[in-house]
């Protein structure tokens, strides 16, 4: 089983950064694809991003794509997501979860943390 804790959101302008991070805990998290979605109020989660255990692979969603960067390090169970040139629609909670499979679709994974919180003013 691995659990799972997210960090680093916030409330930042339009055109800003934050960077998230997810700290996991056991001693398999190599063995996991990695993803981050995101659910606005009134809306379904949706995919951001995901990474292959290695780290080798990565895929993202083209509403994020050449803006958010999705990286891991095995050694401290942490897997990132840098977010620039944020925009208002960027607003949700974002979640951290780990699959065996490197998928897209939320059904697909199989822990979840959380949620932490990213606000974009305009």
């Known amino acids: 089983q691995v659990q799972m804790v997210e960090s680093g959101g916030g409330l930042v302008q339009a055109g800003g950064s934050l960077r998230l991070s997810c700290a996991a805990s056991?001693?398999?998290?190599?063995?996991?694809?990695m993803g981050w979605f995101r659910q606005a109020p009134g809306k379904d989660r949706e995919f951001v991003a995901t990474i292959s255990g290695s780290g080798f692979n990565t895929y993202y969603a083209d509403s994020v794509k050449g803006r958010f960067t999705i990286s891991r390090d095995n050694a401290k169970n942490t897997v990132y997501l840098q977010m620039n040139s944020l925009k208002p629609e960027d607003t949700a909670v974002y979640y951290c979860?780990?699959?065996?499979?490197?998928?897209?679709?939320?059904?697909?994974?199989?822990?979840w943390g959380q949620g932490t919180q990213v606000t974009v003013s305009s």
């Open positions: 979860a780990a699959s065996r499979l490197v998928v897209t679709t939320p059904v697909q994974y199989n822990y």
């Open positions: 056991g001693r398999t998290f190599s063995s996991y694809a």
